[in-house]
């Protein structure tokens, strides 16, 4: 058997589709790109290679913070709070032997330290800027600055730099411009191998050319760096040419997927 990946879903942010999924230059390209906020939800991914189990984020926090600190109108059930999610999969939070993380953002950390048993990986650059975060981003990661409390301080992070493999079938690879050191991590199975992109894109139609103005991708509206974005969406898709096993964090069209298919892979 296989690695096997069970989504996991920690709750649903709110957010707009015209300051954070679609760059400005492509509203009019899309009919449903409104001034509304959208509900996306927020998935982790449970990696079981049959002889550990292997968690990509630990997603956002509960709905009081979520609301109060970032954006309003999000909203986490119970059980979703990510160490409820694993037990209630089946898994025990104390098994986690590792946690991936895609980069260091507050909605992909949350109730790491919960897992006490994990060692934690992220890029370096990664770890680097979440420690010292331009302004723009105190919100992001949790900046101490906000009277806030990260949810990776204090953590020890098995720091990577560049394209590294965590276990034999479980690899990472750099997709920097969401975030500076967002990493995108391959995990191969028996249904052939995912990428799991976390935020190097927030919804699939940001893969999507538009053949009127040149673009071979939809670029997002929320970046560190726009050229980064550009190449790292490009690589996932050379590295990816079948979109159905590019999984990032917030599409919602995943949540009626994985309804139907609970566990992917095997
Ligand atoms: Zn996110």
Avoid at 47 to 67: K, Y
Wanted: with cysteine.
């Amino acid at each position: 058997m296989g690695i096997t990946i069970t989504p996991l879903n920690s709750g649903f942010c709110t957010s707009n589709p015209k300051t954070y999924h679609y760059h400005p230059s492509t509203h009019k390209y899309y009919a449903n790109v409104s001034g509304e906020d959208r509900r996306l939800p927020v998935f982790c991914y449970l990696l079981n290679t049959g002889s550990e189990l292997i968690l990509v984020d630990t997603g956002m926090a509960d709905s009081d913070r979520a609301n109060r600190y970032h954006h309003p109108g999000s909203e986490q059930l119970p059980d979703q709070a990510m160490p409820r999610a694993v037990e209630k999969a089946g898994y025990r939070v104390e098994d986690i032997s590792r946690i991936i993380f895609t980069h260091l953002h507050w909605d992909h950390t949350f109730y790491m330290k919960e897992f006490s048993n994990a060692k934690y990986y992220a890029q370096k650059k990664e770890y680097e800027f979440a420690l010292n975060p331009l302004p723009l981003y105190y919100k992001s990661y949790e900046y101490q600055w906000l009277g806030l409390e990260a949810p990776f301080l204090g953590c020890e992070f098995q720091l990577l730099d560049g394209e590294e493999e965590i276990v034999p079938g479980i690899r990472v690879y750099p997709t920097p411009g969401h975030s500076p050191g967002h990493q995108a991590v391959e995990v191969d199975t028996g249904d052939g191998t995912y990428h799991l992109v976390g935020d190097a894109v927030f919804l699939m139609d940001n893969f999507k050319p538009i053949p009127e103005i040149g673009y071979d991708v939809t670029p997002s509206a929320r970046f560190v760096s726009l050229t980064d974005w550009w190449e790292s969406v490009r690589e996932i898709k050379r590295r990816c040419p079948n979109m159905d096993m590019i999984l990032p964090t917030h599409e919602p069209a995943l949540v009626e997927r994985f309804a139907k298919t609970l566990v992917l892979g095997g």
